[in-house]
């Protein structure tokens, strides 16, 4: 945009094309920016979602393991509970490496899930370092912007009404900065009169 802007423009000449050609390209960075704006925030906005049905995958997936760990140890507790009584106590040191066992069973499979949790979150943390750069360049995107405005107002600050034509005015005062305080000055220049 900012190449056919100034492919049309350049034959023209004066003060109110200068300001036409800035705010032209200041236009062309903003599309630029918003555009590379609008792919970053989708890239973080899919990467967090992403991650927050991770979380909530883990989440349910570890409340389930317990609570099927919790139905082992009931069955468990049953079975060694009839086994001691049997045997009088003989069989309790098998019923401690059982219970070994199961709990070492469980924590492994909870272990999983949390260090699948562990990788997805470290993967979104790779996502967000690449989209950084995205957003770095909004930011160098929008500061010719910024100075482009800066370099207007300069522009227009030093030019006084009395220098310009009566279209010149028109221009500086409606289409460069919109409706705004510099009007009035304008207005009394052209008629004579407070406003």
Do not use: C, F
């Not at 260090?115 to 160098?140: G, H, M, W």
């Amino acid at each position: 945009m900012e190449r056919m802007v100034k492919a049309d423009t350049e034959p023209w000449h004066g003060p109110a094309i200068d300001v036409y050609k800035l705010v032209a390209a200041g236009e062309a960075k903003l599309i630029e920016g918003a555009s590379a704006a609008a792919s970053a925030v989708g890239a973080v906005g899919a990467a967090v979602s992403g991650a927050g049905i991770a979380v909530q995958v883990v989440r349910t997936t570890v409340r389930d393991l317990i609570a099927e760990a919790m139905s082992d140890l009931v069955q468990w507790l049953t079975r060694s509970a009839i086994a001691a009584g049997v045997t009088l106590g003989l069989a309790t040191p098998l019923l401690v490496a059982d219970v070994i066992r199961i709990v070492a069973k469980w924590s492994n499979r909870v272990a999983e899930w949390l260090e699948k949790i562990v990788r997805s979150i470290q993967n979104l943390a790779e996502i967000v370092k690449k989209i950084k750069p995205a957003l770095d360049k909004v930011t160098s995107t929008m500061e010719p912007v910024q100075n482009a405005g800066k370099k207007v107002q300069r522009g227009i600050g030093r030019t006084g009404l009395d220098d310009l034509s009566t279209g010149q005015q028109v221009v500086r005062n409606t289409a460069a900065l919109g409706s705004t305080y510099d009007e009035q000055a304008y207005w009394k220049h052209t008629t004579g009169q407070e406003h």
